[in-house]
Nanobody, 124 residues
């Protein structure tokens, strides 16, 4: 089974940028779409962005489109989330997950393998 480890979170000011990384172990990583999700306190996990297994297709939540960019490097078993123009509302724990499909999608039901999360805090 693929194990995922997120990194790159931290405390930044509004307008700043961060790049999150999702490192994976396992030979099947390149066969799966990968998604980033975030979870506000007391709420359900919500979709942020996803990338297909090849990296050729991406999908974004409306709230981050134009500010966040997801990409992957299968040679390094890593998926990235470049977050620009961060806002205080982007403050959450961010999780990456692998999907049971190759195409990107926003349903949490498609994702069965989750990392432990990385905290992103944006001050105003």
């Amino acid at each position: 089974q693929v194990q995922l480890v997120e990194s790159g979170g931290g405390l930044v000011q509004a307008g700043d940028s961060l790049r999150l990384s999702c490192g994976a172990s396992g030979r099947t990583f390149s066969l799966s779409a990968v998604g980033w999700f975030r979870q506000p306190p007391g709420k359900e996990r919500e979709f942020v962005a996803a990338v297909s297994s090849s990296g050729g297709q991406t999908s974004y939540a409306a709230s981050v489109k134009g500010r966040f960019t997801i990409s992957r490097d299968n040679a390094k078993n890593t998926v990235y989330l470049q977050m620009n123009s961060l806002r205080p509302v982007d403050k959450d724990v961010y999780y990456c997950a692998t999907a049971n499909r190759r195409e990107p999608g926003g349903s949490t039901g498609w994702y069965g393998n989750w990392g432990q999360g990385t905290q992103v805090t944006v001050s105003s």
